[in-house]
């Protein structure tokens, strides 16, 4: 989640689980999951305001702009993607949204799953119908180097179906776009074979999520 400039800075990553065990090793400093650079830059950032790990979803989406949703989907026996964690935090979402949001799928999930999560939208309740859009990010990560793969991909694509929620997205990865980052003196090593900075591709929300779906099926066993 990305946090606006009040009450916090545009910067602030405010990060949600409902794990609460993970959230205190990850207060103190502890890497639940084995990815180079991830403890280092946690460590270098921790106590600075940069992340905070609040449990109440409510609290977390008032306060930020971007909502990234990325939680499991596994598939059934038969399959088919198995939605209902997804489901359950769009409703959470949705549920606290009092200004223009745009929430942003990052789980694997099938073509037309954002018109979904829109159907949870708050102006079935009288809200505002412009306040929020769906929007989705492929990723392009493997296990162990997810840190590199993120920080210098080939290519980012957003999927997005107006401007509004394009430029949002474009103002997120600017620091890769423009090559911002790679000039600060905390970049992490540049990898062989990797040209910067990514070009970043717009697509439509459901062309997106038809990428990520057949990457899944290029990658998996």
């Known amino acids: 989640m990305r946090a606006p400039a009040s009450p916090t800075s545009v910067t602030d990553v405010i990060l949600v689980d409902n794990d609460e065990r993970k959230l205190a090793a990850l207060k103190n400093g502890q890497v639940p999951i084995h ?6 830059l946690l460590s270098r950032h921790r106590g600075n305001r940069r992340h905070f790990f609040p ?20 598939a059934h026996e038969r399959g088919e993607a198995d939605l209902s964690y997804v489901e359950s935090v769009a409703r959470e979402i949705t549920g606290a949204v009092h200004d223009y949001k745009v929430i942003v799928e990052k789980s694997t999930v099938p073509v037309y799953t954002s018109e979904v999560d829109s159907q949870n939208h708050p102006s079935r309740n009288g809200a505002d119908p412009g306040s929020f859009d769906v929007a989705s990010n492929p990723e392009f ?22 401007d509004r929620c ?6 997120v990865y600017a620091p890769l776009t423009s090559g911002k980052y790679y000039e600060s003196a905390g970049a992490i090593p540049q990898p062989d074979r990797t040209s910067i900075p990514a070009p970043i591709i717009v697509t439509s929300t459901k062309s997106a999520e038809l990428i990520q779906a057949c990457l899944e099926c290029v990658f998996s066993p």
Do not use: Q, W, Y
Request: with cysteine; glycine share 6%; hydrophobic share 50%.
């Open 166 to 171: 394009a430029a949002v997205l474009r103002e």
């Open 141 to 162: 990560l493997r296990e162990g180097t997810a840190v590199t793969d993120f920080l210098f991909p080939d290519r980012i694509v957003v999927g997005c179906d107006n």
């Open 55 to 74: 449990t109440i979803v409510h609290e977390a989406v008032r306060a930020s702009s971007v909502i990234f949703i990325a939680v499991g989907s596994p």
């Open 35 to 40: 990815e180079k650079f991830l403890p280092e």
